[in-house]
């Protein structure tokens, strides 16, 4: 009991602080006890350390936030790359259950230590979307020539004459032949053997009713002795149209389809355009 009388008693012991200035000021005497000197060290010292706590957890905080944003929008570039990954992979495997060249020219249309390294991941994705893009450019630029190239026999018939010098059938010189003549029954539809736009549909001197397509890529295809033509200047057809039915209109001998195919300009032999590819 005695201990502690002398432990209060010492605590409240009355501390002078003397605060000189460097001035003509008097000297501050401040009387204060010795428990509230320690007493207000002590509360400095948690508040300084309170203080520096709240600061250094809202540095971390604001360090967080800005990393979650930038983590979340990576995410959100990611998603849009793995999309356009997934779409691709999508119509390319389309592409190739369809196993022939020519079902997939009809029918193309023109992302270890356990993290995540995603400016690694966007940079492969990035590079297999490009590589994706080519290959599809490509195909698309094959399906033009696909779509372009006559394809297959204009008309049901059997060849009466073909591509080349030959004996004429009316006059009897030896002339060239600038395409092919298929015997068919008068009626018989004649069809069009690729896309492309009609740039004539009329009468032509011996040719009789005639019909030329173009089809680009510098292909144009001719067929002349037709009954009646069925298309008009500027409509555009697609390959297996009717733009015609066969007839024997102008010099003839009979009832037949006088088929040309023309590449840059020139005459071709049409025979070799005659089987589907594949």
């Known amino acids: 009991m005695n201990k502690i009388k002398l432990f209060l008693r010492k605590s409240f012991t009355t501390v002078t602080i003397m605060v000189v200035p460097h001035s003509k000021l008097k000297p501050l005497r401040i009387s204060v006890p010795l428990i509230g000197l320690f007493s207000c060290l002590f509360l400095s010292i948690v508040g300084a350390g309170f203080i520096i706590s709240v600061g250094v957890n809202t540095i971390e905080y604001y360090g967080m936030k800005k990393k979650l944003s930038y983590v979340s929008s990576q995410f959100s570039e990611l998603r849009v790359v793995m999309h356009s990954l997934k779409k691709a992979d999508a ?3 389309k592409l190739l259950s369809l196993k022939s060249k020519k079902n997939i020219l009809e029918e193309a249309d023109v992302e270890n230590t356990g993290s995540l390294n995603i400016e690694l991941l966007k940079k492969q994705v990035s590079e297999t979307i490009q590589s994706v893009s080519e290959i599809r450019q490509y195909i698309e630029e094959q399906k033009n020539i696909y779509h372009a190239t006559p394809t297959g026999w204009p008309i049901k018939g059997t060849i009466n004459s073909g591509f080349g010098l030959r004996i004429h ?14 015997g068919a029954a008068i009626g018989t539809p ?3 053997t690729a896309d492309g736009i009609v740039s ?5 001197n011996d040719s009789g009713n005639i019909v030329v397509l173009e089809h680009g890529r510098g292909f144009t295809t001719v067929y002349a ?3 009646e033509n069925q298309v008009k200047v500027g409509q555009k057809v697609k390959r297996g149209q009717t733009v015609a039915v066969s007839g024997s209109t102008g010099a003839t001998t009979g009832p037949h389809l006088h088929y040309e195919v023309w590449k ?3 005459p071709i032999d049409p025979a070799s355009f005659l089987k ?3």
């Open 200 to 204: 004539f549909s009329s009468w032509h």
């Open 190 to 192: 004649i069809k069009a």
């Open 264 to 266: 840059n300009k020139r």
């Open 276 to 278: 589907d590819i594949s």
């Open 91 to 93: 119509e390319f495997s």
């Open 169 to 182: 059938p009316i006059s009897g010189g030896r002339i060239s032949h600038s395409g092919m003549d298929i």
């Open 225 to 227: 002795h037709n009954k």
